[in-house]
């Protein structure tokens, strides 16, 4: 049978990991959440002073991106792959509205992107992958064979992960949550260098009234059709 890749785009929360997570188990293929490298790139600009509170030392972070080693590890009890930054996992302190804060700042950086872009496209090689984040199918697998553009409204999707933040422990307001939501749409959508937007082959899937299930479900008829057509 053969493989497809996966593109699927969209604003933060919109559900965009878990359908990818799900669908890479149903089909047996690579799931890569490409967000979670934007985040360890912050975390270790976080880690090595070059973010605070009040600085933000863009051109520390560019000169040393070179020590920067991103892995992913299957974790076969969660039953997807964790990341690791220079062989440590770092999968709890990525996931942290502190990051949330930063991490489209970093993202806005050229050569961050360069960097994590390579490395993902390296990962998509030989196809069988679903890949999530904001620019997969616009840059990362223009060519992709199916590109779904996840949406729903920015209070939903606040208060999925205000729901997920507290779950875990994080003491986190609903208004903190919803505003670092608006932000990074914003700032994602507007930045120079490969800005959120809806691929023009993308396939809009608004997913505020969905469950989980109707969405997967959704999602995997497209899979399928798309499965027939190369098959
Ligand atoms: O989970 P959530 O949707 O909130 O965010 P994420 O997928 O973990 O991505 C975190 C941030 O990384 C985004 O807000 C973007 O700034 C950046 N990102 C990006 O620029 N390009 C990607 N392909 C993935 C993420
Ligand atoms: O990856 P992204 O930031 O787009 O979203 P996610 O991490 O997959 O989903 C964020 C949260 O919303 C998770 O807790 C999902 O279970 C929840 N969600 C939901 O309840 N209903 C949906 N239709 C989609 C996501």
């Given amino acids: 049978m053969n493989k497809i890749t996966i593109a699927i785009d969209g604003f933060s929360s919109t559900g965009k990991s878990t359908v990818a997570k799900q669908l890479a188990k149903h089909l047996g293929y690579i799931y890569v959440d490409s967000g979670a490298m934007y985040r360890a790139v912050t975390w270790f600009a976080m880690q090595n002073g070059f973010i605070n509170e009040s600085q933000f030392y863009i051109q520390d972070l560019i000169s040393n991106l070179k020590k920067v080693s991103i892995s992913f590890k299957f974790n076969i009890n969660l039953g997807f792959a964790e990341v690791y930054l220079n062989g440590q996992n770092i999968?709890?302190?990525?996931?942290?509205?502190?990051?949330?804060?930063?991490?489209?700042?970093?993202?806005?950086?050229?050569?961050?992107?360069?960097?994590?872009?390579?490395?993902?496209?390296?990962?998509?090689?030989n196809k069988g992958i679903v890949m999530d984040g904001r620019d997969i199918g616009t840059v990362v697998f223009p060519d992709?064979?199916?590109?779904?553009?996840?949406?729903?409204?920015?209070?939903?999707?606040?208060?999925?992960?205000?729901?997920?933040?507290?779950?875990?422990g994080e003491k986190v307001s609903y208004s903190e949550v919803l505003k670092n939501v608006q932000e990074r749409d914003y700032i994602d959508s507007h930045r120079e260098d490969s800005p959120l937007v809806k691929a023009h082959d993308a396939i809009e899937i608004d997913n505020s009234n969905l469950t989980l299930q109707e969405q997967f479900n959704n999602i995997l008829q497209l899979v399928e059709n798309k499965l027939k057509e190369f098959n």
């Fill in 91 to 125: 999968e709890k302190q990525i996931r942290t509205l502190e990051v949330s804060r930063y991490v489209s700042q970093v993202a806005e950086i050229s050569e961050v992107r360069e960097l994590l872009v390579k490395q993902q496209q390296n990962m998509g090689e």
């Fill in 144 to 168: 992709a064979e199916l590109k779904i553009f996840m949406t729903a409204s920015a209070n939903t999707r606040a208060k999925r992960r205000f729901d997920e933040l507290i779950n875990k």
